[in-house]
């Protein structure tokens, strides 16, 4: 949660906006920001949606840590094959990942960054971890179940998704989720435009 912190403080200082000014523009409190600055509170996805919708920048904004291209064994984590084409390639061992404050899932970015047309995530997902909070967004999404039992709640409607099922829905509908049962969830999430 402190990277979040350092990379929220980060943003808004770049943008030339004080503390009480984004609590403006998001109606959350000057504290509650301060708080998230510093590593000491655990914002809820809504929470963090508003701040990143504030700031003008996808929520995955807000995750990201420079990352060296170089992987541990030298390799470089993604390439363009030719001057010709932007062909990239993520490296397993490479990929970036996206801690969310509060919570024990992993999620890993698949594109090389948030600056295309479309983002792609795995999400690795413990029993009982949730999106309490209906958000909303621009654009499209698409998710495909790994493995385990996923819950997706779109608008009013609630969807149980099983290994190998897939959902798909305009983001602008409320939704949210959480893992059903009590084993691990692995799921692949597709968003168009980039939002997170």
């Known amino acids: 949660m402190v990277e979040v912190g350092r990379q929220l403080r980060a943003l808004r200082q770049r943008q030339g906006l004080t503390l009480q000014q984004l609590a403006s523009m998001t109606d959350l409190s000057r504290s509650f920001i301060s708080q998230i600055e510093v590593g000491a509170a655990n914002p809820s996805v809504g929470s963090l ?3 990143a919708d504030a700031l003008g920048v996808p929520i995955g904004s807000l995750f990201e840590v420079d990352l060296s291209e170089q992987s541990p ?3 470089r984590s993604y390439q363009n094959r030719s001057p010709q084409t932007d062909v990239r390639i993520v490296r397993k061992d490479c990929r970036k990942t996206l801690s969310w404050p ?3 899932w992993q999620t890993y970015l698949l594109t090389p960054d948030l600056q295309r047309n479309l983002e792609v995530l795995l999400n690795e997902l413990a029993p009982g971890d949730t999106v309490d909070e209906a958000y909303t967004h621009e654009g499209e999404e698409f998710g495909f179940v790994l493995e385990g039992r996923y819950e997706v709640t779109v608008g ?3 969807f149980v998704l099983e290994e ?5 829905y305009p983001s602008h509908l409320p939704h949210k989720m959480r ?3 009590d084993t691990l969830c692995r799921t692949i999430w597709v968003i ?3 939002s997170f």
């Open 164 to 168: 190998g099922d897939s959902i798909s």
């Open 179 to 181: 893992v059903v049962g």
């Open 156 to 158: 009013d409607e609630i």
């Open 73 to 75: 064994n030298g390799a």
């Open 49 to 51: 949606k508003k701040v």
């Open 102 to 104: 509060g919570r024990q």
């Open 192 to 194: 168009t435009p980039p």
